[in-house]
Nanobody, 122 residues
Framework: QVQLVESGGGLVQAGGSLRLSCSTS????????MGWYRQAPGKERELVATFRRDGVTEYLEAVKGRFAISGDSAESTVYLQMNSLKPEDTAVYYC????????????????WGQGTQVTVSS
């Protein structure tokens, strides 16, 4: 059974940095894309950044220039380097992945991590 395991959240002062990591356990034939969502209290979950198998990345406008996503498609891992953090970045951050796991020619399934709390104090 495939699972996503996140780490790296915590408490940091405004202006500080954190690095989130997400690794995959289980057999994965292909990683199509991985990314990070976040959800702040009372708000909807929003897409923060994505990393595609071909190396293309996309970012939420509010984090451009501050966050950097990177990954390894062969290892099905993804990282989110967060710099110049602001209190409004406080949220639970969720890793997500589009993976092919049943067989090399199978269809993609989406997986979610359990979430990791990021708290930025002012």
């Amino acid at each position: 059974q495939v699972q996503l395991v996140e780490s790296g959240g915590g408490l940091v002062q405004a202006g500080g940095s954190l690095r989130l990591s997400c690794s995959t356990s289980g057999i994965v034939f292909k990683m199509n894309r991985m990314g990070w969502y976040r959800q702040a209290p009372g708000k909807e979950r929003e897409l923060v950044a994505t990393f595609r198998r071909d190396g293309v990345t996309e970012y939420l406008e509010a984090v451009k220039g501050r966050f950097a996503i990177s990954g390894d498609s062969a290892e099905s891992t993804v990282y989110l380097q967060m710099n110049s953090l602001k209190p409004e970045d406080t949220a639970v951050y969720y890793c997500t992945a589009g993976l092919v796991v049943s067989n090399p020619w199978g269809s993609e399934s989406q997986y979610w991590g359990q979430g990791t709390q990021v708290t930025v104090s002012s």
